[in-house]
């Protein structure tokens, strides 16, 4: 299995999330090349995507979301999503890993992600990862209401 960086928008990735996407949500939209292009060429986002098989295609994907703020430098893990045909094969292990490293290079003292309670295996594998579950409440403002 090999972990990189998308670097610029191509047809397979923007097939990867075609398939991926309603794997990750039922609800949201599937990303076109305009918005992956802006994920990939914003300094506050890597995108990740995981290869496996012969030939390797794109069988997962992982947002770290970087910014600073007054406190530090912050990061997110966003959109962790591996292919049906593949999970329980350390993939998303290995793009989480990753993004740790990349976190911890940037500056980033801790990593933050939300997990729905549902998603049992994630959540343990989360944990298995040194995550730890916070003491906190998640409040979210939907953008109906700002226009």
Same mark, same amino acid.
């Given at each position: 299995m090999i972990?990189?960086?998308?670097?610029?928008?191509t047809p397979e990735l923007v097939d990867a999330f075609v398939r991926l996407t309603p794997q990750l949500s039922r609800i949201s939209p599937v990303p076109g090349a305009d918005e992956l292009a802006e994920i990939v060429g914003s300094a506050a986002t890597v995108l990740l995507v995981a290869r496996d098989g012969e030939p390797a295609g794109i069988v997962g994907t992982l947002t770290l979301a970087?910014?600073?703020?007054?406190?530090?430098?912050?990061?997110?893990?966003?959109d962790v999503v591996v292919d049906g045909s593949v999970r329980g094969?350390?993939?998303?292990?290995?793009?989480?890993?990753?993004a740790l490293r990349r976190a +911890? #290079? /940037?500056g980033a003292r801790t990593v933050d992600l939300t997990s729905?309670?549902?998603? +049992? #295996? /994630?959540?343990?594998l989360y944990r298995r990862l040194g995550f730890e579950l916070r003491d906190t409440n998640v409040y979210r403002y939907s953008a109906g209401g700002l226009g």
């Open positions: 972990i990189q960086e998308a670097t610029e928008v970087l910014f600073r703020i007054p406190t530090g430098v912050r990061a997110w893990v966003e094969r350390g993939v998303a292990s290995a793009l989480t890993r990753e +911890e #290079a /940037a729905r309670p549902s998603r +049992e #295996a /994630a959540n343990l």
